[in-house]
């Protein structure tokens, strides 16, 4: 028996909301919450602005949409940040400042890749990245602090280096091998490396030697512990989760032989990783969850990051260097690098570096009014 209940028609935001925030979604965007509704209003007209927020709880009701886009949406709402957009508030300073400084890093940036130091790097660091993934993650599970390695024959025949008598080797897995021993450049020896590989983690100016100490108290205070320990001469740093039974939620490790301003600009870019949401969200709502980006995404925007904050203190640093390596088509940003983003957690860092900051308390959960 047929119902006489006229069928419903599907809404304006199911339509062209819902595909458009998960298109947005598919091609690892992960933007705040008004640069969401930038995209949204661009590409539909301001009509749509009131039907964005219940498009994202369609979404959240979707089963196959994967875990790590689940939980960017669901912390847009949790944190509140969507709510602020769509009243038209900005939770980051002044845009204009963000996007002068992010031009200049860029313009900067291009003119190192015309550059023959930059064709030099990058051929030494492109070498690495022929391993795959799994290899990488073997030899980070051997050896935390390693940042690049390769086979004897590599180093030898393309760098002029030859392995250390009591070299420790690492293990990979190999096609047509059951495995293939790999080094770290701290096992060799020979020929000096390029400048700028050397010196990719260099901060250098006039500068309060304070700022590094209240910039540690407050990610303390964020329960994020800083590391200063023994690292291989390629890895300047690196942000990770806290153990699991520790009072921490993340940890930094910096080389500890960096001098002080240097440790100061690497702490800030793996201090924006995790403010960033690279790592993940935070239950406390401290920090945001944007995991889904492409790496190339994450470093751009934790290096611009640094860059801002250790610029406007007075330091110049190789963060030029560092992101012309990442950027593609030689003269533009990837989409998914969120300027509001990087103008919120810059513009946090800056003030977590000049005084020490009272210590966080959860946030409520105001997603939980919208289940």
């Avoid at 819902?18 to 509704?37: G, K, T, Y």
């Avoid at 709510?83 to 963000?98: F, L, T, V, Y």
């Avoid at 930059?118 to 993934?133: K, L, N």
Wanted: charged share 25%; with cysteine.
């Amino acid at each position: 028996m047929k119902s006489n209940e006229p069928k419903r028609q599907p809404s304006l935001f199911e339509i062209t909301v819902v595909p458009l925030i998960h298109d947005v979604l598919m091609r690892f965007q992960q933007p705040s919450a008004n640069e969401l509704i930038d995209i949204c209003t661009k590409k539909l007209g301001s009509g749509i602005r009131e039907e964005i927020k219940g498009a994202v709880l369609q979404l959240l009701n979707q089963g196959s949409l994967p875990n790590q886009l689940r939980q960017y949406l669901q912390n847009l709402l949790d944190d509140g940040s969507l709510d602020r957009a769509m009243a038209g508030e900005h939770d980051c300073q002044d845009r204009r400042e963000i996007d002068t400084g992010i031009d200049q890093l860029v313009a900067k940036s291009i003119a190192y890749r015309k550059s023959d130091a930059f064709s030099e790097i990058i051929t030494f660091m492109g070498r690495f990245r022929d391993y795959a993934p799994y290899n990488n993650m073997l030899v980070r599970v051997q050896n935390p602090s390693c940042g690049f390695y390769a086979t004897a024959p590599d180093w030898e025949s393309r760098f002029d280096r030859r392995i250390k008598e009591d070299a420790r080797p690492m293990l990979i897995l190999a096609p047509m091998h059951p495995v293939m021993l790999v080094y770290d450049v701290d096992q060799t020896e020979g020929k000096d490396l390029p400048v700028s590989y050397k010196d990719f983690a260099k901060f250098q100016g006039e500068w309060d030697d304070k700022s590094i100490e209240k910039l540690t108290e407050n990610a303390n205070r964020h329960k994020i512990r800083i590391d200063y320990k023994t690292l291989s001469s390629s890895n300047a740093g690196f942000a990770t989760y806290a153990s699991r039974d520790d009072k921490w939620k993340m940890r930094i490790a910096i080389h500890e032989e960096l001098d002080a301003p240097s440790r100061f600009g690497v702490l800030c870019h793996e201090l924006a990783h995790i403010l960033l949401g690279h790592l993940g969200g935070d239950k406390d709502l401290w920090w945001p969850s944007r995991m889904n980006l492409d790496h190339h995404s994450m470093e751009i925007e934790a290096e611009a990051t640094a860059f801002i904050v250790t610029r406007q203190l007075g330091l110049q640093g190789s963060s030029a260097v560092y992101v012309s390596s990442h950027l593609k088509n030689g003269e533009s940003l990837p989409e998914s690098v969120s300027l509001d983003n990087i103008a919120k957690v810059s513009g946090k860092i800056g003030q977590m570096s000049k005084g020490i900051m009272p210590e966080p308390k959860p946030k409520k959960n105001k997603g939980e009014q919208n289940k």
